[in-house]
Protein backbone atom coordinates (compact mmCIF):
# COMPACT_ATOMS: atom_id res chain seq x y z
CA UNK A 1 0.00 0.00 0.00
CA UNK A 2 1.23 3.29 -1.02
CA UNK A 3 2.08 6.13 1.72
CA UNK A 4 -0.20 8.24 -0.06
CA UNK A 5 -3.07 5.47 1.20
CA UNK A 6 -1.91 4.66 4.36
CA UNK A 7 -2.30 8.91 5.10
CA UNK A 8 -5.50 8.24 3.87
CA UNK A 9 -6.43 5.20 6.41
CA UNK A 10 -4.78 7.26 9.29
CA UNK A 11 -7.13 10.13 7.89
CA UNK A 12 -9.98 8.08 8.60
CA UNK A 13 -9.76 6.55 11.75
CA UNK A 14 -11.22 9.00 13.83
CA UNK A 15 -14.11 9.58 11.64
CA UNK A 16 -15.84 11.50 9.80
CA UNK A 17 -15.86 15.14 11.15
CA UNK A 18 -19.17 16.61 11.55
CA UNK A 19 -18.17 20.04 9.41
CA UNK A 20 -19.98 21.26 6.32
CA UNK A 21 -17.29 19.74 4.20
CA UNK A 22 -16.25 16.65 6.18
CA UNK A 23 -13.88 15.34 3.19
CA UNK A 24 -12.00 18.55 2.81
CA UNK A 25 -11.22 18.04 6.53
CA UNK A 26 -9.85 14.64 5.95
CA UNK A 27 -8.54 15.27 3.18
CA UNK A 28 -6.15 18.11 4.74
CA UNK A 29 -5.34 15.71 7.96
CA UNK A 30 -3.99 13.13 4.40
CA UNK A 31 -2.04 16.15 3.20
CA UNK A 32 -4.04 15.90 0.17
CA UNK A 33 -6.66 18.19 -2.33
CA UNK A 34 -10.59 17.18 -1.28
CA UNK A 35 -10.29 15.60 -4.99
CA UNK A 36 -7.57 13.76 -4.42
CA UNK A 37 -8.49 12.39 -1.57
CA UNK A 38 -12.14 11.17 -3.32
CA UNK A 39 -10.61 10.04 -5.97
CA UNK A 40 -8.33 7.61 -4.14
CA UNK A 41 -10.73 6.98 -2.12
CA UNK A 42 -12.91 5.38 -5.28
CA UNK A 43 -9.73 3.66 -6.37
CA UNK A 44 -9.49 2.10 -3.20
CA UNK A 45 -12.95 1.06 -2.92
CA UNK A 46 -12.98 -0.21 -6.72
CA UNK A 47 -9.59 -2.33 -5.74
CA UNK A 48 -11.77 -3.68 -2.79
CA UNK A 49 -9.47 -2.45 -0.49
CA UNK A 50 -11.81 -0.15 1.19
CA UNK A 51 -14.81 -2.27 1.51
CA UNK A 52 -16.63 1.13 3.06
CA UNK A 53 -16.61 4.54 4.65
CA UNK A 54 -19.79 5.02 6.90
CA UNK A 55 -20.78 7.04 9.94
CA UNK A 56 -21.18 5.32 13.27
CA UNK A 57 -24.28 6.81 15.26
CA UNK A 58 -23.98 7.71 18.88
CA UNK A 59 -27.41 7.06 19.24
CA UNK A 60 -27.90 8.63 22.80
CA UNK A 61 -25.88 11.19 22.06
CA UNK A 62 -27.78 11.88 19.14
CA UNK A 63 -31.23 12.29 20.93
CA UNK A 64 -32.46 8.38 20.63
CA UNK A 65 -33.65 7.05 24.16
CA UNK A 66 -34.22 3.82 23.11
CA UNK A 67 -32.97 1.27 21.13
CA UNK A 68 -33.82 -1.85 20.01
CA UNK A 69 -32.87 -4.73 18.25
CA UNK A 70 -35.48 -6.91 16.75
CA UNK A 71 -35.34 -10.27 15.15
CA UNK A 72 -37.42 -12.40 12.73
CA UNK A 73 -37.26 -15.72 11.02
CA UNK A 74 -37.73 -14.06 7.14
CA UNK A 75 -37.54 -17.32 4.85
CA UNK A 76 -34.56 -17.43 2.88
CA UNK A 77 -35.94 -16.58 -0.73
CA UNK A 78 -37.56 -13.46 1.06
CA UNK A 79 -34.35 -11.99 2.60
CA UNK A 80 -33.28 -9.28 -0.03
CA UNK A 81 -36.70 -8.11 -0.26
CA UNK A 82 -37.38 -7.95 3.54
CA UNK A 83 -33.61 -6.41 3.95
CA UNK A 84 -33.62 -3.91 1.22
CA UNK A 85 -37.27 -2.76 2.87
CA UNK A 86 -36.19 -2.66 6.06
CA UNK A 87 -32.35 -0.89 5.18
CA UNK A 88 -34.54 2.14 3.73
CA UNK A 89 -36.58 2.88 6.67
CA UNK A 90 -35.27 6.07 8.91
CA UNK A 91 -35.39 4.88 11.88
CA UNK A 92 -33.35 1.87 11.60
CA UNK A 93 -29.51 2.10 11.78
CA UNK A 94 -28.86 -1.09 10.36
CA UNK A 95 -30.10 -4.46 9.35
CA UNK A 96 -28.23 -8.18 8.25
CA UNK A 97 -29.13 -11.86 7.53
CA UNK A 98 -27.38 -14.36 9.76
CA UNK A 99 -27.57 -18.05 9.33
CA UNK A 100 -30.25 -19.82 12.36
CA UNK A 101 -28.44 -22.11 14.46
CA UNK A 102 -30.51 -25.04 16.55
CA UNK A 103 -32.34 -23.62 19.16
CA UNK A 104 -31.61 -20.03 17.39
CA UNK A 105 -34.29 -20.21 14.31
CA UNK A 106 -33.83 -15.54 14.03
CA UNK A 107 -32.09 -14.96 10.48
CA UNK A 108 -32.85 -11.28 10.11
CA UNK A 109 -31.87 -8.22 12.84
CA UNK A 110 -32.58 -4.84 12.39
CA UNK A 111 -31.69 -1.94 15.02
CA UNK A 112 -34.57 0.41 15.86
CA UNK A 113 -33.74 3.84 17.74
CA UNK A 114 -36.49 5.74 18.81
CA UNK A 115 -37.54 8.01 21.71
CA UNK A 116 -39.36 5.55 23.61
CA UNK A 117 -39.55 2.01 23.49
CA UNK A 118 -43.68 2.11 23.01
CA UNK A 119 -42.35 3.79 19.67
CA UNK A 120 -39.97 1.41 19.09
CA UNK A 121 -42.53 -1.50 19.52
CA UNK A 122 -44.88 0.41 17.39
CA UNK A 123 -42.26 1.05 14.22
CA UNK A 124 -41.24 -2.78 14.91
CA UNK A 125 -44.95 -3.35 14.46
CA UNK A 126 -45.37 -1.56 10.77
CA UNK A 127 -42.52 -2.84 9.57
CA UNK A 128 -43.39 -6.39 10.48
CA UNK A 129 -47.14 -6.05 8.96
CA UNK A 130 -45.54 -4.18 5.87
CA UNK A 131 -43.12 -6.88 5.11
CA UNK A 132 -45.59 -9.85 6.06
CA UNK A 133 -43.05 -10.64 9.01
CA UNK A 134 -44.08 -13.03 11.51
CA UNK A 135 -43.53 -13.43 15.36
CA UNK A 136 -39.79 -11.19 16.64
CA UNK A 137 -37.87 -10.84 19.44
CA UNK A 138 -36.87 -7.06 20.70
CA UNK A 139 -33.93 -6.29 22.90
CA UNK A 140 -33.23 -3.44 24.52
CA UNK A 141 -29.85 -1.82 24.95
CA UNK A 142 -29.41 -0.97 28.76
CA UNK A 143 -26.46 1.23 27.74
CA UNK A 144 -24.21 2.33 24.98
CA UNK A 145 -20.91 0.77 24.52
CA UNK A 146 -18.25 2.64 23.59
CA UNK A 147 -17.83 3.12 19.68
CA UNK A 148 -13.85 2.99 18.26
CA UNK A 149 -13.03 2.81 14.39
CA UNK A 150 -10.00 0.12 13.71
CA UNK A 151 -6.69 1.93 13.47
CA UNK A 152 -4.03 1.19 11.00
CA UNK A 153 -1.10 2.12 10.03
CA UNK A 154 -0.73 4.91 13.66
CA UNK A 155 1.87 7.10 13.44
CA UNK A 156 3.31 6.09 16.84
CA UNK A 157 3.78 2.24 15.93
CA UNK A 158 7.09 0.64 16.80
CA UNK A 159 9.11 0.75 12.94
CA UNK A 160 10.27 -2.35 14.12
CA UNK A 161 6.10 -4.18 14.21
CA UNK A 162 5.85 -3.04 10.76
CA UNK A 163 6.14 -6.16 8.44
Known amino acids: MEEQDRKIVRALADGIPFVPRPYAALAEKAGMKEEAFLDRLRTLKAQGILRR ?3 VLQHRRAGFAANALCIWN ?8 VGSAVSREMSVSHCYSRETVEGWPYNFYAMIHAQSREECEKIADRIAA ?5 ARQTFYSV ?6 AMRYFCEN ?3 SDNS
Open 53 to 55: VGA
Open 74 to 81: VPKDRLDE
Open 130 to 134: ENGLG
Open 143 to 148: REGKKA
Open 157 to 159: EDE
